[in-house]
């Protein structure tokens, strides 16, 4: 089964820094781009940041540039998020997610259960 | 950056309408459109890719169309299952931001 779990989420101060986490399972990991896309609270999708199959084309949204970088570990089948200066408005659901053929702009067909992030003193 | 306005962004429905979601892109991305659907407490689910080709497993009463800077997502007979909230996405230019648009949440009348 085609499964991604993220996890990292949590309570977190504003300033302060997070690492999630996303576990891919049956399926090529590199083989494919993989995506970062969040939801706050009772609103609509965000695309956060991009990163293709060897990691060569990296690309993130003007909210959250400078302040958080993905990274993955083909190896390891994962993917990663590391969010540093985390403000208010980073809180949000945070999905991983899948392209459905191999390259960064193709259309998501795979998402994580999402892992919540809260920035809160 | 691309903006994507989807109209309405609530409707009311019954089962068995033909209900139609627009999407419009602030410049053209050619067929580089996706429509997504989300039930409450669930990641979205992938419908359509490059404007019209149907995502492998999705009942062929959803259909979308369009090319350039206008899209529709249409469900030929609404059924119950359908109640959701569906969101468009261009996928024209990466990088920058690979834009959701809104959304339009489907509820039953």
């Known amino acids: 089964e085609v499964q991604l779990v993220e996890s990292g989420g949590g309570l977190v101060q504003p300033g302060r820094s997070l690492r999630l986490s996303c576990a891919a399972s049956?399926?090529?990991?590199?083989?494919?781009?993989m995506h970062w896309v969040r939801q706050a609270p009772g609103k609509g999708l965000e695309w956060v940041s991009g990163?293709?199959?060897?990691?060569?084309?990296?690309g993130y949204a003007d909210s959250v540039k400078g302040r958080f970088t993905i990274s993955r570990d083909n190896a390891k089948n994962s993917l990663y998020l590391q969010m540093n200066s985390l403000r208010a408005e980073d809180t949000a659901l945070y999905y991983c997610a899948k392209v459905w053929d191999s390259s960064e702009n193709d259309a998501f067909d795979i998402w994580g259960q999402g892992t919540m992030v809260t920035v809160s003193s | 950056d691309i903006q994507l306005t989807q109209s309405p962004s609530f409707l009311s429905a019954s089962v068995g309408d033909r209900v139609t979601i627009t999407c419009r892109a602030s410049q053209g991305i050619s067929s580089y459109l996706a429509w997504y659907q989300q039930k409450p407490g669930k990641a979205p689910k992938l419908l359509i890719y490059a404007a019209s080709t149907l995502q492998s497993g999705v009942p062929s009463r959803f259909s979308g169309s369009g090319s350039g800077t206008e899209f529709t997502l249409t469900i030929s007979s609404l059924q119950p299952e359908d109640f959701a909230t569906y969101y468009c996405q261009q996928l024209n230019s990466y990088p920058p931001p690979l834009t959701f648009g809104g959304g339009t949440k489907v509820e039953i009348k």
């Open positions: 049956g399926f090529t990991f590199d083989d494919y781009a």
């Open positions: 990163i293709s199959w060897n990691s060569g084309s990296i």
